[in-house]
């Protein structure tokens, strides 16, 4: 991603580009004139990133329409018990993985799989050398390094057990949100939210009315 980020230095997107659909409190008023100037951003973005070139390689890009044009069919519903399965999101990460079912998902084309355990990738963890081994440590403490993915994974029974913790939420180590760490994980699975709204969300799959459905009937 960093060629393509590299190309949005300075580069301007304008909202309103066919016209303001959004009130005085930036709520969308015209949803249709909304996505047309969501499409001109798009195009805008797929004619600079045209002009690349990634390992001497082109890079085709371009903007693709929604298959529905009249925002109000537009129905998107959150599969919350699918987003609990296939979904891990943090501050500054979004995971979305395969399962290893087959009759759900298509095989694997990677050997990520074998790389990567449980699928998704695991919190990074600052280390610190001690006279029993690696140990993790505070953000702020002396002689800390951050470990590598198959570090994290080899020591993660270690880690947990030092750290007390079940699950090490992915944003563990960031500053700008440690104080609201604990208020974003579910105490019922321990998975983590970036935001508290999306918790809250989340919590319904706990509830007596949706355990019996399926991952395609709750949303």
Request: aromatic share 8%.
């Amino acid at each position: 991603m960093a060629p393509l980020s590299h190309e949005l230095s300075g580069l301007v997107l304008h909202h309103d580009h066919f016209g303001n659909h959004l009130n005085g409190k930036g709520g969308t008023v015209d949803k249709a004139l909304e996505i047309r100037n969501f499409e001109r951003a798009g195009e805008t973005l797929a004619e600079v990133w045209s002009q690349l070139k990634i390992d001497d390689h082109p890079v085709v890009a371009m903007y693709v329409k929604p298959p529905i044009d009249k925002p109000s069919t537009i129905i998107c519903k959150e599969n919350l018990l699918w987003a609990s399965i296939y979904v891990r999101q943090s501050q500054y990460l979004l995971q979305i993985v395969r399962c290893d079912d087959r009759s759900c998902c298509k095989q694997w084309r990677s050997y990520y799989p074998h790389l990567v355990n449980n699928r998704f990738i695991v919190s990074p963890i600052a280390l610190v050398m001690s006279t029993r081994g690696p140990l993790p440590t505070q953000l702020n403490g002396a002689n800390t390094k951050f470990s590598s993915l198959l570090e994290r994974q080899q020591l993660e029974t270690l880690i947990k057990s030092h750290l007390n913790l079940d699950v090490i939420p992915f944003d563990y180590y960031r500053p700008s949100v440690q104080q609201d760490i604990d208020r974003r994980v579910c105490q019922k699975c321990y998975l983590c939210f970036p935001f508290i709204a999306a918790l809250n969300r989340h919590k319904k799959i706990h509830t007596d009315k949706c355990l019996s459905f399926s991952v395609r009937d709750i949303s």
